[in-house]
């Protein structure tokens, strides 16, 4: 005789009697009615009323209401099962997990059993909100864990939950993204009320079959204990658990150190090697020239070396580096390691600019409160560029311009587009680098004699590009036009449509990172034509990924490294970074160096300052 149906074994028992009812008559366990309540005996009165088909349902379907409150406390004991055993990642989610005995049950019910009524129902009614919070953060580390590489941090990532609804917004549609942050915010507020009222109603149950109860606790606990002795396994995974424990222990953990952490970093970013050099000793070896220094979103090391993406990839970037080597233009690539992993663009370029590991939302908003000299800024303090940023991504203002040090920055809304949207992307990267040239950099090498005579004044450009192309889903795509043909984008209206759909392409793994590199084969194309047409012998260029694509296309074990590569037409600008040991041209080797983003900072302004013996690079006429 199971142990649901030998606690529901009486006919004519009153299901929704009241547990203080129970609590203070204890029912042994020879005979109790359903949920262990008094049985009801009907005056006269309900006697006639029930001899006439009176009464309540239960009395008139005594067997249905066995199966429904047996079913009930069934589903209950699998919900608390499942939501203690459940892992924080997608890959460990197997039927081994679940065919463990976790031992905060085992504690937990030993508890409810030695408490008071009143005390238990409390204690019962905490728990299973606690268990539903544990079951929610659970879920969130999934999520995270899929998209970012990591797991949810209570402290900073709230905000992050904003922004992912408006990425659903941008790659379903309003209306379907309003329904999914509805849907998931009915599942959180299901699983907190359902999980309380699972465990108070376990809960009773054990107090009106407490000796059940204790025997089959003691049992568990024993054949816990064995387990964990003998090291018994289902499928390689320990039948003994004590994964909620160690869960809840971690999130403690994270929160402590997330806290110190912002206490830790604000020391840290006080210190600055390059705090007070003074501008003319700043970068006097790209004296006279274009830099443009360009992210290329989610170009991670998986599109350069992942069997799938990388021959079109590589491809791109071999016949790059001949158009451009064909061009007089000459390369060095090497590895970064970002901050950032799967999205949180920012933290990534806040890494690469700020010579800081900007790995949380925490230390992002500490460094942009703050005065840390950025790459961007440290071209400001020279007072021998205009700074600009061209930023499509951005939809609305951006109060981190002057941390950064840019004179004018251009968003989507001042680009002049009047395309479609791909997805994500506000606008193709084409477009992007096309109106760049038309707003800033057309004008300062205008052609003509007026153009020579405003040149001898107008100040070299440093530009910061941030191309949205290769952002997720993927779909649709842009395509490589002329020049000549973009306009003010209205010709992308066709392109859009021919496009795929996200909803489509997300359906199999393999076309998602089909898709994933023809994106990123699209910027590169984009970037390197850029070149070829408007650079000049005094453009330098640095690109680079800001962080690796979502687990579904570099893999479950990625790294966290991204491509990193400079041009420049004049030679004696890579002769600055020779002792870096880099690979020629646009694709890194797998032996290339591999450094932490936040050590590219100080790099590049050490090769570019001031060196012993050395003049100030000049422009070439």
């Not at 600019?353 to 900007?358: K, R």
Request: proline share 6%.
């Amino acid at each position: 005789m199971s142990l649901f149906t030998r606690f529901h074994q009486q006919p004519n028992a009153d299901v929704a009697a009241t547990a203080d009812e129970a609590d203070e008559e204890p029912v042994t366990d020879a005979g109790p009615p359903p949920d262990g309540l008094p049985e009801r005996i009907p005056d006269d009165a309900s006697a006639g009323n029930d001899a006439a088909g009176g009464g309540t349902w239960r009395d008139r379907h005594p067997a249905t209401a066995r199966t429904i409150a047996c079913a009930t406390t069934a589903l209950s004991a699998i919900l608390v099962l499942l939501a203690l055993l459940l892992p924080n990642q997608l890959a460990l989610l197997t039927p081994g997990r679940f065919a463990r005995i976790p031992v905060e049950g085992i504690f937990g019910a030993a508890l409810l059993l030695v408490l008071p009524p009143k005390t238990r129902r409390v204690a019962a009614a905490l728990a299973g909100a606690g268990l539903g919070l544990l079951t929610v953060l659970n879920l969130l580390d999934i999520g995270f864990n899929e998209t970012l590489g990591r797991g949810f941090n209570p402290v900073f990532d709230w905000s992050l939950l904003d922004d992912g609804e408006s990425f659903l917004q941008d790659s379903i549609g309003r209306a379907k993204a309003i329904g999914v942050a509805i849907g998931a915010l009915a599942l959180v507020l299901a699983l907190l009320v359902v999980m309380t009222l699972a465990i108070v109603r376990l809960s009773n149950l054990m107090a009106r079959h407490s000796a059940t109860a204790t025997r089959t606790t003691l049992v568990l606990g024993t054949v816990w204990v064995a387990c964990t002795a003998l090291g018994v396994q289902v499928a390689g995974v320990p039948v003994a658990a004590e994964s909620a424990a160690g869960l809840v222990q971690n999130r403690a953990q994270q929160v402590r150190a997330s806290l110190e952490d912002e206490q830790a970093f604000a020391k840290e970013a006080a210190a600055d090697a390059f705090r007070d050099t003074p501008g003319d000793q700043l970068l006097t070896g790209l004296r006279g020239k274009d830099v443009i220094f360009t992210f290329i979103e989610s170009y991670g090391r998986s599109a350069i070396e992942d069997p799938l993406v990388a021959p079109g990839v590589d491809a791109a970037l071999a016949d790059g580096t001949k158009r451009l080597r064909a061009a007089g233009y000459s390369a060095r690539s090497g590895w970064l390691t970002s901050a950032t992993y799967g999205g949180s663009s920012w933290l990534g370029h806040s890494t690469f600019m700020s010579g800081l590991w900007i790995d949380n939302q925490q230390r992002y908003r500490t460094l942009t409160a703050g005065d840390r000299l950025t790459l961007t800024g440290a071209f400001k303090r020279t007072g021998a560029w205009r700074t600009v940023g061209i930023m499509p991504g951005l939809t609305k203002g951006w109060p981190e311009a002057s941390f950064y040090g840019l004179d004018r920055v251009y968003d989507s809304r001042d680009l002049g587009y009047k395309g479609p949207k791909f997805s994500w992307s506000t606008m193709p990267d084409q477009y992007a680098l096309s109106a760049f040239e038309r707003l800033e950099r057309g004008r300062t090498h205008a052609k003509g004699q007026a153009g020579k005579r405003a040149r001898q004044h107008a100040k070299p450009l440093m530009s910061f590009i941030a191309l949205t192309s290769s952002h997720n889903p993927w779909a649709p795509l842009p395509k490589t036009i002329g020049w000549d043909e973009i306009g003010d984008g209205s010709v992308y209206n066709a392109i859009e449509k021919a496009g795929k759909k996200p909803v489509d392409v997300w359906k199999h793994t393999a076309q998602v990172r089909t898709e994933y590199g023809k994106s990123i084969q699209y910027s590169l194309h984009s970037l390197i034509s850029y070149l070829q047409k408007y650079g000049t012998k005094n453009t330098v260029l640095v690109f680079l990924g800001d962080h690796q694509p979502v687990a579904k296309v570099s893999g479950d074990h990625a790294s966290r490294d991204v491509p990193v590569t400079v041009v420049a037409h004049d030679p004696a600008v890579l002769k600055r970074i020779s002792g870096w040991r880099w690979t020629p041209g646009l694709r890194p080797g797998p032996k290339a160096p591999v450094w932490r983003m936040d050590t590219f900072r100080d790099r590049f302004l050490t090769a570019y300052g001031p060196q012993p013996g050395s003049a100030p690079s000049r422009p070439t006429p």
